[in-house]
């Protein structure tokens, strides 16, 4: 899971101190009060509140702000980490209210940072203070009161999401259970019955969810921004609209070969199912995808694997269940691709307290995710692993959250955090990249041989099912939710607004009318859980500059898909330093440091994927590829 300044989001309470708790302008310090520590005192007639701020005033509120916060953080985690891991009233109870105090707190102190605003300061002063106000995923307006609902609000819905059941085939059945029955299901009637009866289980969230952003969006709008998805762009270096025009930009040197992929897709779609179930023509029908939320559709690989140009000789769900791995030697097997670069080992603690299984005995958030406690040593996952490729892929993944956070640990409490939230979640593919290899596989013994080039195209067909797919998902979440908070959509054209993105991004609709009552995009996690998710987007792009660059580093003139860099520490070593520079600097340069680039460059999936392009093309010669949106 990666953090924003804090887990959640919170509130000013007695023991943070008065940084925590005073409006802007009324603080100060006394002449006996410690460096970095603020005390409150009354104003005496006639002084001026908002007498000019000097840079020794901004330094020691900036180090009493990483105080607080540094506090505060490891008190939250440990909240959210129990209630995450067993869901009850009273664990609800008490992260709602943590929640709660770490949102007043943060927005007092972005409140505060803003004092500061035209005082010449270091540079890491003036980034601290700008992080301070674009921390916050969710502001509550300072309002008494508000922090509290806010926080009420989105624990709800988390809980709700989490412990949602819907009735399938006479029988209660978790998101789990579903996950796994859409992915191997090929009876549209059945694949029709699951993604419908899951997305039964958030009507009942709409109002929540609609409450909820109103209360952000007062929050956003008193730290100076228009709205609240105006404050998330603002995240990345950059304007925020600047910001939207380039992911614009990386979407469109991507587009086509995902039109040409969605292109072949929905022909052998129709060769299986025929006419009724989905034309030749036209947008996908979303259920058939093998995926609860059509982001990925490595799932229907049997449906759509090449019938020339050679075929997958090994399936990784067989070469796991045939070594006889279980959860545990899954997790062990991708702590060890890390240390095979030079990085040490994780810490006893990581075992201790991970979950790594669903429990038996009790409620739990299933989402796999990646957790920092203490902002030390403290670092966990929190997966339900079953043995299989997706989850072998999803550990080397969320151990990449791991050793970022590990390797930032010191750092101040401000820069502990990624370039920015697209670095986070890129570090972990980038490895992925390199474990789904032949060559990975063959060098931890799971594969005997390394095939040849006849299976280059059904390997990379299986990327493409799950890389490319998912990038115009990973676009339109944002854009949805950004048309909700700046009040383009409203709550009554929730669910029409999320349908009209699905077609017009992915090309794609549902299998059947959406009922009026329809909350669609509650049945995604992310949504509930109010995860950015144009992060995701950007890991999608950055995964393949990484996975260049390093392959370049590492000497390597073979295709760019078959390049693992398992053991390569002089990769390592840069890699690493990249890692360790959190988000002290702009984003441009932590990618410099590791790729020599500066930008954001889509051509390096271009790259990777070239020969699949290529016989994409040939195979969609004479169809009508794209839909109409």
Known sequence: MKRSLLSAAAVCALG??????????????????????FQTRPLTSGEIVNAAPTAAEAANFVADAETQLAALSEEASRIQWTRATNITYDT?????????????????????????NDVQVPADIRRKLNLLRLGIVLPAPSRAGAAN????????????????????????????????????????????????GWRTISPVMAADYARMVEIANEGSRELGFADTGAMWRAGYDMDPDAFAAETDRLWEQVKPFYVNLHCYVRGRLN????????????????DLLGNMWSQQWGNIYDVVAPTTGGASSYSLDTLLTNAQYDATRMVRTGEGFYTSLGLPALPQTFWERSMITRPRDREVVCHASAWDLDNAEDIRIKMCTQVNGDDFYTVHHELGHNYYQRAYKDQPFLFKNGANDGFHE???????????????????????????????????????????????????????????????????????????NMLK??????PGPRPANAFDPGAKYHILGN????????????????????????????????????????????????????????????MQAFTGETGNDASAVADYFAPLNTWLVQQNRGKDCGWDA
């Not at 797919?469 to 676009?475: I, K």
Request: glycine share 8%; net charge negative.
């Open 531 to 590: 995860t950015p998710y144009t992060r995701y987007f950007l890991a999608h792009i950055y995964q393949f500059q990484f996975q260049r660059a390093a392959c370049k580093q590492a000497g390597w003139t073979g295709p760019l898909h078959r390049c693992s860099i398992y053991g390569n520490k002089e990769v390592g070593e840069r890699f690493n330093a990249m890692l360790e520079m959190g988000q002290s600097r702009p984003w441009p340069e932590a």
């Open 271 to 286: 060769a299986k199912y025929g006419d009724a179930v989905q034309p030749d023509r036209g947008p996908i029908r979303a």
């Open 505 to 510: 991004y992915q090309g794609l609709v549902p």
């Open 16 to 37: 943070l101190g008065a940084a925590g708790c005073l409006a802007p302008g009324y603080f100060s310090t006394a002449p006996d009060t410690p460096a970095g520590q």
């Open 426 to 500: 890129a570090i972990g593919d980038f490895v992925g990249l390199s474990a789904l290899t032949p060559t990975y596989l063959n060098q931890i013994g799971l594969l005997q041989t390394v095939p040849g080039e006849a299976e280059d195209i059904p390997f990379l067909l299986k990327m493409a099912l799950d890389k490319i797919a998912f990038l115009p998902f990973g676009l339109m979440v944002d854009r949805w939710r950004w048309g909700v908070f700046d009040g383009e959509t409203s709550p009554a054209e929730y669910n029409d607004a999320w349908s009209a």
């Open 92 to 116: 609800m109870w008490l992260e709602s209210r943590i929640n709660a105090r770490v949102n007043e707190t943060q927005v007092a102190l972005a409140n505060q940072a803003a004092r500061f």
């Open 149 to 196: 609902e806010l926080a009420d609000i989105t624990t709800r819905l988390d809980s709700t999401y989490s412990v949602g059941k819907f009735e399938f085939e006479g029988r209660q059945i978790t998101l789990d259970d579903a996950t796994t029955l859409i992915a191997e299901s090929r009876d549209p009637a059945q694949t029709k019955a699951l993604y419908e």
